[in-house]
């Protein structure tokens, strides 16, 4: 056993605990801490999400809470109209709140700005009004191309003020991916930035919006770029047609621009997200209904107040960015945390050292940053005063059972309840999850569906399956931060989503997300995996994401990804490929313990054919272990795409130890 192993930071009284009550302390101030809320939505559906659409300011009210009329096509709040940066900025200027922080900025290198809600009010405005001169109408799609800086966000804001939808395209995306989504919104404006500090290094980030450029079909009518390097910058001179950000806001110095008035179920942004097949899918977000629900999900589950500073780790890149570090917070009027850099950058102690030094209340990230902070050690956080913290979250893949109390012991040191949040880029916000001021939590399983949430776990007939059963998750009633459709593809939206388990002819109406499930009889979920990745082994069925939460189950495995490799008899065979902790060696008594481990937690049925031994997994650059080629390395077959990798390095590395 080395320092580093998280196994032994934990006390077998954690390690054999399944459920953890709510602390005290935390229910007596929670926002939501009467379980009535679910049997109220349950009554008054969907007349109950009036709740969330109360918690914003409205130009003129709606008359109609949903409009089922046309499934899946739904509408919320349709004839209701408002503005969301009006919501994010103006309204807590106006309430007496325009000194309060509300985005609390850092560079990699400790570099800082803090916006307060007067300041960005202030920046809003004059971007939306240099916007306008460059020509950007209402409903002309505008690209985002740009890394966490504070321009991002208030960018974003300021295309809502003036109803542009905007596009962010997670910068560490390459210029062929920016050019694609360019392409498919037909958006002819780009924001971008010269470069970005990463690990040390700048990065030069024009070169690649350049590079993008170069690929978009139609006419660009202007660039703007923001400059973060300043003397480390790569020395590009701007072209015709592109601005110095700074030189922009400048000319437009005290300009103010009125929010437009915009119909709730107007197009606040697209979020290109990746499907199965090749070509991105352009989820469609509204203003009314998404707002409206991350509003009420930062309030119910994150537990935001004004006056609370909250961190969440991930990109605005990404759907948990926008709805969580952008939207959700600043329309609650709360002080939201952006980091420009690594959590191991210059150490590892990086992302502690930010919650004591701005005292942050509420921490959201995933469980991939845990199981990484799990195998640096707990020295690093507690090199630091945490105490600051009163509620952790996660998101964006299941968190295996050891991780999840790892993190309850060491950095919510057992006083923060822990919210594990299911949901997706096309659901706009948190779906399933526990509420933190009520619910038990076991480590594991997300937790039972949302109030108003109808997430149900069915065969593949669609009929519900029993408690501990494996079967797919589906939502049965719509909610209103759902996607609306794929960007002017409403035929693939129906049959991405909505084909399974609908009834067309009965106008009933069932979403898919794609994901395997289970449900316990305490009607907890517990979310399996993409059903893409899900294993049938001799006619049995078995969650890759499970297996894999087995062998990290065992001492001195650090992570773990499981697919199906083929196999003559039993049809697939379950491939483990495996990295180990610091200190830890993949003998074979290694892999015994592994394929134990497996048998212990599931049973022989998963039992791994194959163990790998790997130093690193190949991942996306938004940190999902990407399966597909795992398989197609087991299966020793022809490679498809790599070029959305992180780290395509590693991948021949792996291909020689499994033909060994
Ligand atoms: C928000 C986000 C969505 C997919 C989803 C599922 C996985 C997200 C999860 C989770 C288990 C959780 N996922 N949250 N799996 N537990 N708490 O991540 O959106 O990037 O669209 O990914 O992520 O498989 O279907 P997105």
Not at 129 to 140: F, K, M, N, S
Not at 207 to 222: F, P, R, S
Not at 424 to 434: K, N, R, S, Y
């Amino acid at each position: 056993m080395t320092d580093n192993d998280g196994e032994a930071d934990l006390e077998a009284r954690l390690v054999e605990q399944e459920r953890f009550e709510p602390p005290a302390g935390f229910v007596e101030q929670a926002n939501v801490a009467d379980e009535s809320i679910y049997e109220e939505f349950e009554e008054n559906w969907p007349h109950a999400w009036t709740r969330a659409a109360d918690m914003l300011d409205w130009d003129s009210e709606y008359s109609q809470v949903l409009d089922d009329s046309e499934g899946p096509f739904y509408e919320w709040f349709a004839d209701g109209t408002l503005n969301a940066s009006y919501n994010c900025v103006d309204r807590h200027v106006e309430n007496g709140d325009k000194n309060r922080a509300a985005i609390q900025w850092e560079g990699e290198y400790g570099e800082t700005r803090t916006y307060t809600y007067q300041d960005l009010y202030r920046e809003v405005n004059e971007f939306a009004a240099a916007l306008r001169d460059l020509g950007v109408e209402e409903d002309d799609v505008v690209t985002l191309y740009m890394p966490m800086v504070p321009e991002l966000p208030i960018a974003m804001l300021a295309c809502a003020r003036i109803g542009a939808p905007h596009s962010v395209v997670f910068a560490g995306f390459s210029a062929d991916a920016l050019a694609t989504r360019m392409n498919a919104a037909d958006s002819r404006y780009l924001i971008t930035c010269d470069g970005y500090y990463r690990r040390g290094d700048p990065l030069d980030h024009l070169q690649k919006a350049n590079d993008g450029l170069g690929g978009v079909d139609h006419g660009v009518d202007a660039t703007v770029v923001v400059d973060r390097l300043g003397e480390d910058g790569f020395g590009h001179d701007l072209k015709g047609n592109q601005h110095d950000w700074d030189a922009l806001l400048a000319e437009h110095t005290g300009a103010r621009v009125d929010p437009v008035e915009r119909s709730a179920e107007d197009m606040l942004f697209l979020m290109y997200t990746s499907g199965t097949t090749g070509q991105p899918k352009g989820v469609k977000h509204t203003t009314g209904g998404y707002l409206a629900y991350t509003t009420w999900t930062s309030h119910a589950v994150l537990d935001l107040e004004p006056e609370d500073t909250y961190w969440c780790s991930a990109d605005i890149g990404w759907i948990t960015g926008h709805s969580y570090i952008v939207y959700g917070p600043l329309s609650l009027g709360t002080t939201t945390v952006m980091y420009e850099g690594t959590p191991d950058f210059p150490e590892r102690d990086r992302l502690w050292e930010l919650v004591e030094k701005y005292a942050v209340d509420v921490f959201y990230t995933a469980p991939t940053a845990i199981r990484a902070f799990m195998k640096w050690g707990s020295e690093f956080p507690e090199r630091h005063d945490l105490s600051s913290l009163r509620l952790l979250g996660t998101v964006g893949e299941p968190i295996n059972p050891r991780a999840w109390k790892w993190y309850y012991k060491h950095i919510g040191d057992e006083a923060c309840p822990i919210v594990d949040t299911w949901w997706q880029t096309e659901t706009g916000g948190m779906m399933v999850t526990t509420l933190p001021g009520i619910n038990t939590m076991k480590p594991g399983s997300a937790g039972p569906p949302l109030p108003g949430i109808d997430a149900r776990v069915v065969d593949a007939s669609g009929e519900e399956v029993d408690a501990g059963r494996a079967g797919y998750l589906t939502v049965d009633r719509p909610w209103p931060g759902m996607l609306r459709t794929l960007y002017q593809n409403d035929e693939r939206f129906v049959n991405e989503y909505w084909q399974e388990y609908s009834d067309p002819d009965a106008d009933e109406w069932v979403y898919f997300p794609e994901d395997g499930a289970k449900i316990d009889e305490d009607g907890y979920i517990t979310i399996l995996g993409r059903v893409d990745d899900v294993i049938n082994v001799s006619g049995h069925r078995l969650g890759t994401m499970e297996i894999e939460s087995a062998i990290v189950g065992v001492e001195g495995v650090a992570e773990a990804a499981v697919v199906g490799g083929d196999h003559e008899v039993t049809g697939e065979a379950v491939y483990a490929y495996v990295i180990l902790e610091d200190g830890y060696e993949g003998t074979d008594e290694m892999q015994d313990a592994i394929i134990e481990g497996v048998n212990e937690a599931i049973g022989p049925i998963a039992k791994p054919e194959k163990v790998i031994f790997t130093p690193e997994l190949p991942k996306t650059r938004s940190g999902k272990i990407m399966r597909r080629l795992l398989e197609e390395i087991a299966n020793g077959e022809e490679l498809g795409d790599t070029t959305t990798l992180r780290n395509p390095e590693i991948v021949e590395d792996i291909q020689v130890k499994v033909s060994d």
